[in-house]
């Protein structure tokens, strides 16, 4: 009985097509199955007489491992055929590179930040992050700006207590410096400024960078080429610049920073209002008072000073129409760069 299941099971195997998996496991399930051929042998065991039993059940056992092992071997081959027949189709390509991963971007507001560092710093400045909290000296008083100035409105400033506050430029940080160094003194201040103020281009949190220069002999004229050069560098060579007259506590005088204008390159659209001309900062030469009050002498240094946004350069750099889009960590938005 059991040799003739061996006869069965040898002359079935040599039948499977050895290429189907599917046709392998049909002969698995027909001998070694739940109700298979050799299961059912080890059920008949019952009938059997003391002595038969182990006789019989180990000769079972032997047909069962033989007939595991050639299954398993059948089973080898189907696999490896399948893949065979995958490789030949010729639909996978093994040389193609793999999916790439995502790492994300870097936010412009920083790229234009290192960019800034590394042009100022190239032409020996220094570089000062100040602090985010002031007092009213530092942000204010020291900075020639009276007590009936609007920018110290409580609608324009976060106030902490009545003599500190988040910083509303980084003009400040300058004093500290001024007061801490002697001339030449060439350094930017850099950072988060807080103004309560939010419409399409303001934010009541932004970037700000201001620069200072002071040693004997500083002028007007090297303060346009210094700006002249910087726009060149975040707007291209072709960049133009031009001055305005304007009005600033700290500086006198006071000029208003353009750039030619980045949609139309100067030639006037419903951008630049049809001037081809953008304003990017302020600047000026250090008013004598400042100067004053950290102890420099006025009749001996002179300086300049300019300050602008990064956001708004970034803004006008890439085209973006809403400064909150900077901060609102939109994906969508910030894989464009
Ligand atoms: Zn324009």
Redesign the pocket.
Known sequence: MISELKEQFQSELSQTNLSDEASVEGLRLKYLGKKGLVTDLLKGMGALSAEERPVFGKQVNELKEEVSEAIEHAKEKAASFAMEKKLSVGKMDISLPGEGYKHGSTHPLYNIREEIIDFFANMGFHVDLGRDIETDWYNFEALNTPKDHPSRDMQDTFYLSQNAMLRTHTSGTQIHYMENNKPPIKMIALGHVFRVDADATHAPMFQQCEGLVVDENITFAQLKGTLALFAQKLFGENAKTRFRPSFFPFTEPSAELDVS?V??SG???R??KGT?WMEIGGCGSVDPAVFENVGIDSEKYTGFAFGFGLDRIAMLRHHIPEISLLTSNDQRFLEQF
């Open positions: 204008c949609f139309c030639n006037g659209c951008k630049c081809g």
